[in-house]
């Protein structure tokens, strides 16, 4: 189950990818790392969610690129040793993750509730 070919879900691009086939739900409770009830998740490319943010009203956009991949460690938390090598080594590049966020310079205002 890996990433599908480039293609377009809700006017954005992106890739398809396999969650799981797991039918019981104690089958499900064993997928950490999984969408309990989406056999498949739709991933934006970097281009998509910088769009989908900017489209949900953010005039600038942020991206941080020097997140370290969940999925290289062991543990469940690195220690600082760990993510300092691995943030200088080349092959993390592989594994790359971007947090990215998003600002308005001109807020919308709260709505009154009730």
């Known amino acids: 189950m890996g990433l599908g070919k480039l293609s377009s879900h809700e006017g954005l691009p992106g890739r398809w990818i396999g969650e799981h086939e797991a039918t019981s739900h104690a089958e499900r ?6 969408s309990w009830n989406n056999r498949r998740s739709f991933w934006l490319t970097r ?4 769009q989908a943010i900017k ?3 953010f005039n600038l956009v942020l991206e ?3 997140a370290a991949g969940v999925e290289r460690y062991d543990q469940t938390v690195p220690t600082d040793e760990v993510l300092l090598k ?4 080349n092959e993390r ?6 947090v990215f966020i998003g600002i308005r310079d001109n807020p919308v205002a709260p ?3 009730g």
């Open 93 to 98: 590049r592989t594994f790359l993750r971007s």
């Open 29 to 34: 409770e064993s997928l950490k790392l999984a």
């Open 111 to 113: 709505t009154a509730i």
């Open 47 to 50: 281009e998509g969610i910088i």
């Open 86 to 89: 691995d943030l200088l080594s």
């Open 55 to 57: 489209d949900a009203g």
């Open 64 to 66: 941080q690129c020097d």
